[in-house]
Each structure stands twice: as structure tokens, then as C-alpha cells.
């Protein structure tokens, strides 16, 4: 059962709620061949992308798992369109919902504004990153690579590490690796972790061979440079040095550790191009395609509600 | 000479700290004398004894610190909507904001409002002029002209001077006119583009967040800059725990310092904002629930002397829009009294005790003789219904803008008529 009109964030989802989500996307998952896991659950229906910030990885993704489903897929480059001449996010919204689209993919640099912005359309929603608030099926992606390679999804030892205060991945990753009743360690300078952040029953460290001892899933995220508006970290040199993901570190967690990073990755910034590309330890490639299964699962899941 | 008798009513002075029932003549816009006993209804004509049925007469409110929005966006709000709303909620003298479009910071500006003001709004307005010329923070306003034309106080608002040379000439210049400065107490820096107080709720929401420190750094660099100068000086809003000490310090230095909270900090808390609701938007943001019991208690000590209901209009148009990008503030000249009320019904404070911070303690930081059910005074006055319950509906509010946060509350406390120098400007409409 997964009984939502929208996908808006992790917050919003019971644990039956995600394993139904991660079992939908495994049968898409299965096999890596394309016209096998086609079908036409959503012919007829019509899926429009906005972005309103830059996105390759998960736009290209929900435009791929939308047409293997058989919806019409529209995208619109938000960047370039009216919102430009001053439109409001709600005329814009409104705008659209007059042309009945079924299901609605919206990014946003503002906290919040996919919430709004649902609230004023029929349609379903779903939330493909909101400022730094919730990257919802960013966290199922990797849930499911998780439950794959380790073939559960409780009693695990996660590591997130880096720049979780400007991180909506590791917002939303906190939240479900919680529900599902995972002990969570945050990694990372302090000046990069949210006020706060040790309520929302996470472990905290600024010592990495602390926060990687015996974890069974170490999680990178991106140091994200272009949110940077002065000086929360001292050199790109220094952050590698004490941060950054390398053998040496990684020595720490359990030898079975795998390794994940959302992308796109900054070799040399906070992970190893060595480690990035391990075939035995990364499954960052693994991520990717899962992402296409998982957003494949969440927009069939919300379509069939509209037949 | 016409008299006019308010009887049977439960009379809130707050200068004694009595809740008597009793009657009030008013007489040349004055009150004219109390009574207590032997009232002779004989001595009035029909029409000129008004028999409050044992409801409560008041100095009416003294509102620090409200944003017409004339000139520049006069569709949020204007003379005429404001005055509307400042007599249904009991506001008989309304201390404006100079932070419009352009901003107040010439005299011409200043007259060009009193003007405005007697056209349209049936309450006392007393304008403030800014502080530093187009609230930049760089050159001081002309402070002595400005007070000839009316300005009965300085402030930049939200915009807080970040440079402290410029801030310490104004209010070294200030001092010598004798003039009132209100601060915004708030590190400029550590607050830009926050709307939220950092801490888990806002860290969940992904919101840019101040820590609630930013508060007392702000209030104790202004602090020693009053103690400098010897400026008088009044924080237009405490909100903080951590302020606190700082102001007690300079209390008991003897400073010439006076505080003042918003309705909104001692009635709401963060988690009010919940899934990104603008209209709890305000300036500063809204505080954890410790912060506001200790603003509380702080001003049931005594400590925080002034609740003022920082009335900021925005229009629809302003506050739909994700939560960054949305216009702070809140309208509250309609809401200052019930929300109040709760404090009240809550046992925190008694009605004279809550009419000191809402009138007579903003009359007298101003010089003004109003605040007080004194023989002499004047007949600013409301009547008032402590305790009749409704759901509050905020397109009913006379406002122009409705961006208030109590909406569809329930609320608790309303205006049933208002006299400001002795006329009737306003009677509840009877259903």
C-alpha cells in the first residue's frame, strides 16, 4: 500500500510506506536490460519536469524512468522560462495545472517550495530537491542499493560525511535510515553540521576514524561549492586531509564497507579517485541506476492513483 | 460644556493598579472626574450615560513601533485602514515606523504624514523618523529638525546600523537633542538572510537560521553605546533569553533604557511556522518555546516594560511565495488586546498590569499624558469585553493587508468602542 497524493519528503513516509517503494523498484531493478522492465503503466499520462535549478543526473533520470513507463514526458528548462519575467511560483504553478498534467517533478533552490507549489495543483507531486530541505528519492535510491548489497535495511551502521549542513541528501537519508532503525553517525567540521542536528537522534563527530569505525555503509557527500558564501572550511587541501575519503580511512569501517556518494563527485576534494572508482567497494555507478528504478517505482506508485 | 458618563463599568487604571467598578465623566475630551459611588444618572441628559453593562473601561492602547504603508505602498495598508483597525483593537495613539517607501528622514516627510494622518485616521499618530538618512546606515538624519516637525523618535527599524563610528555619532547627536532613539537589537551580519532561529526545527526545514545569540550581541554593543553616550534608548523588541542579562545590566547601571517585546514573540513559537507557513514570518524570527516563557517572565517582572504589536502589513502577493522569499511581518493592531488577553486568562498578569505594558508604560516613555484613568487625562478610552470567545477570521480584520498569524485561532477579548480626546470613533456593531 503506499496511499499518498504527492512524494514531497522522506518525513512524510511510514516504514511500510518505503519498503513498498524499495519492493516496487526491485522488480524494475532486476535486470539491467531495458526492454524487459518496459511497460505502459502510465500511457496516457502526462509527466512534466521543472527545474528550477541545474540538474543532469536526477532530471535525465525521472525522464528516462517516466518514458519506460510509457508517460509522456515533458521538460521544462525553468531556468530560461517565465519565471525569468517575474512570474510568481503559484502563477506559474497555476499556469500548468490549466494544461492537466498527472504527475508534476519539481526542483527548487527554496526549502519548501515544492510543498507550495503542491498545494496548488491537482496533480501529483514529487519532489526532486528543495533547497536544503528533502531530496526524497535521492534517500530510496540509496536505501535500495543499501537493501541490495547488504540485503537488509535495518541494524546497519550508516556513516553520512561532509557538508551535511547544505545537504537536502542527507536530511532526507537521516530521516529514513532512522525509520528503518539504523544507527546513523554524522561525519564532518563542525561549521558544515545544522544547529541542532544531534536531536534528530544521529550520532555527531568531526573525527572521521571515529565516525567510520566498524560502519557498514560509508556515505560521502558532495562539498558544495557553490553554496558556499564565506569560509566554512579553510582550504580544499585541509578538508581532503581530515575529510576526505581515502584508504586510510576507510580502513576503518568494516572490510565489507560499501562506499556512496549522491554525485556529482570532486575527486580529490572529499573522496579518493581511487576509492570513487573500486569496484569492490564503491557502488556509486550502482546508485545511479537504482535511481532510475526507484523513481521508475515512485511515479507508477502515484500514477496508479490517477488511472 | 458637554459631559459624557461611562457607568457601570469595570475601570482598569493602570497608574493605581485598580480594577474597580465604577464611572468616568469625560469632559472636553478629557476625563473629568471618577466615581465610585453616588452616581446620579439625573445630572446626565439621554444619550450622554452610557451604561457599559459591567464591562471594562480602559486607557486605550499605545501602540510602539506600526508600519502605515504611505507613502510608497499604500495598497497594503493606509491612514484610513490603519486607523480602522488601530480603533477596533483599541489603539487610540499609533508611534508609526519610518521604514516605507521612500523612508521618513526629512521633516517635510514627517509633516507630510501628521497631515495625512489628520485627513484619515481617527487616532493620535505620532511619526518616527529614521535614524540614518534612507535607513543606510551612513550619514544621521537631521535629527533637530525632524523633532521640530513632529518626529517624536529614531529608528532605522530592522535595518540595524552595522557600522558602529556612524551609530555612535547619531546617537552622541541625539543625546544633546534630548532625543528617543529605539534599537533593533541584532548582530546585522550574523542575521543576514536568516529567517529562522537555527536549531533543530529550523535545521529540519532547511531554513537559513540566526542563532538566538545574535540578539544580546546586538543589544550589548548598543548597550555600551547608550552607556557612552547617554542616549535615550529603547529596544524595540526582547525576544531572547540570552538578552536578558545584558538588560538587567544596564538597568542597574542606571542606563536611560527601556524594552519592548512583539504579541507575536510572547504568544507564538517556532514550531508555529510548521510546514512553511509565511504568516509566521516576522522580524526577528520566532523564537524556541524556553525563549519565549523567559520574554514572558520577563515581562511579568517588570523587566520588559513595553508589548507592542509591531504591525507590518504585506499583501498577498508577498507572503505566497517559499518561505525565503516571502516578506516578513504580521498585522496586529486588530489582534494586540485578545492575543494579550490570553497572558491574562492564562493568570499571568491582571488587567491593570497588562494595560501598564500596552498604555500607560509607551505613554510615558513618549511624555505623553495619556496611559492612565486620571482625572486631567486625556479621554483616550476604550470599552472592552474581556472574556467574549470567537474564531478569529482574518478577512473580517479592516486592514488592508491580512497577514495575520492568528488566523482561525480562537481567540478570547474584544473592542466594543473607542474614544480618542473624548469623541466616540468607533462602537462595535451590535448583531
Redesign the interface.
Known sequence: MFDHRHLLGIEHLSPMDIAAVLDRADTFATTPDSRAVRRDSLSGLTQINMFFENSTRTQASFEIAGKRLGADVMNMAMQASSIKKGETLIDTALTLNAMHPDLLVVRHPNSGAVALLAQKVNCAVINAGDGRHEHPTQALLDALTIRRRKGRLQRLTVAICGDIAHSRVARSNIMLLGKMENRVRLVGPKTLMPPGIEKFGVEVTDDMAAGLKDADVVMMLRLQRERMDGGFIPSEREYYHRFGLDAAKLAHAKPDAIVMHPGPMNRGVEIDGEIADDINRSVIQEQVEMGVAVRMAVLELLGEGRG | MTQTLLHNARLIDPESGTDTLGALVIEDGRIAEILTENIKLSDFPAGKAIDCRGKCVAPGIVDIGVKICEPGERHKESFRSAGRAAVRGGATTIVIRPDTDPTIDTPEMVRFQIERAEDDAPVNVLPMAALTKGRAGREMTEIGFLTDAGAVAFTDCDAVVTDTKVLSRALTYAAGLGALVIGHPQEPVLSHGACMT??????????P?V?PLAERMGLERDLALVEATGVRWHADQITTAAALPALRRARAAGLPVTAGTSIHHLTLNEFDVA??RTFFKVKPPLRAEEDRLAILTALVDGEIDIVCSMHTPQDE?SK??????AASGAVGLETLLPAALQLVHGGYLDLPELFAKLSLNPARLLGLDCGRLTPGAPADLILFDPDVPYVLDRWSLASKSKNTPYDLRRMQGRVLATWVGGTQVYAEERK
Not at chain 2, 537555527?198 to 531554513?207: D, E, M
Not at chain 2, 505566497?320 to 522569499?325: G, K, Q, T, Y
Open positions: 537555527s536549531g533543530q526545527y529550523a535545521s529540519q526545514l532547511g531554513l537560521a542563532s510546514d512553511y502577493e505566497r511565495l517559499p518561505f525565503e522569499e
